[in-house]
């Protein structure tokens, strides 16, 4: 299994400039999310999907919109990027949470986006 | 300057001490708790999890304690060697949700 793969690892926009980050997973995970990282800041989650055709916001979704066709694919978009986006953003995939199990999320190795 | 606010905790140590990071939780209701390791460039890689029911779990050369009265989680690392240096993240999730809350990441520095 690759596990969750991104691409691209690298990417440098203009102000206003739109683009899609790939993401996919071969584990048949139901559950995906997307965070953002930021000095100082932890992981924030900006978007996640509970299943193929069922998205929801996280924290910080502004500026994001997801999709979800399929289980292997979950692409975030960035709409008009602004440079508040500059940061790093990981995808992560985990099964869904049942009693006994762990809902551990596997992730990404991540996109490094600035936008000038 | 720089901002206060963008320094992550950093904990530094020597090669063969044991290290303890600490992580705070806010959410009552959270009832599983996960460590993860983050190393320069990478993303978070899965370290040990700990269920509410429990105070301790152990893993190899790790351990985490969980204290719901405080609301207060540790990562004991045993031994610590040059190749433990990340950061580490805990993070924190409630039954019936699909997410995880993340806390802000504390720098293990480990100097040979």
């Known amino acids: 299994n690759a596990g969750v793969t991104q691409t691209p690892k690298f990417q440098v926009l203009k102000t206003g400039q739109s683009m899609t980050l790939q993401c996919a997973q071969d584990?048949?995970?139901?559950?995906m999310s997307w965070y953002r990282q930021d000095p100082g800041m932890g992981l924030r989650l900006i978007h996640y999907s509970v299943g193929a055709g069922i998205t929801d916001q996280g924290e910080v979704p502004n500026g994001y919109n997801v999709s979800r066709s399929t289980t292997e694919d979950f692409p975030l978009r960035l709409l008009s990027a602004a440079p508040s986006q500059t940061s790093v953003y990981f995808c992560?995939?985990?099964?869904?949470?049942?009693?006994?199990?762990?809902?551990?999320?596997?992730f990404g190795p991540g996109t490094r986006l600035t936008v000038l | 300057g720089e901002s206060v606010g963008l320094h992550l905790p950093t904990l530094s140590v020597q090669e063969g001490d044991n290290s303890i990071i600490n992580c705070a939780y806010s959410n009552s209701a959270s009832d599983y708790f996960i460590w993860y390791k983050q190393e320069s460039g990478k993303g978070p890689q899965f370290i040990i999890d700990i269920r509410s029911n429990m105070d301790k779990r152990q893993g190899q050369r790790v351990t985490v304690l969980l204290n719901k009265t405080v609301k207060h989680l540790s990562l004991q690392i045993a031994a610590t060697q040059p190749g433990d240096s990340a950061v580490y993240f805990c993070?924190?999730?409630?039954?019936?949700?699909?997410?995880?809350?993340f806390g802000k990441g504390t720098m293990l520095l480990v100097s040979p």
């Open positions: 992560a995939s985990s099964p869904p949470r049942t009693s006994g199990d762990t809902n551990e999320q596997f």
């Open positions: 993070a924190e999730n409630s039954s019936g949700y699909s997410t995880l809350t």
């Open positions: 584990m048949n995970h139901e559950y």
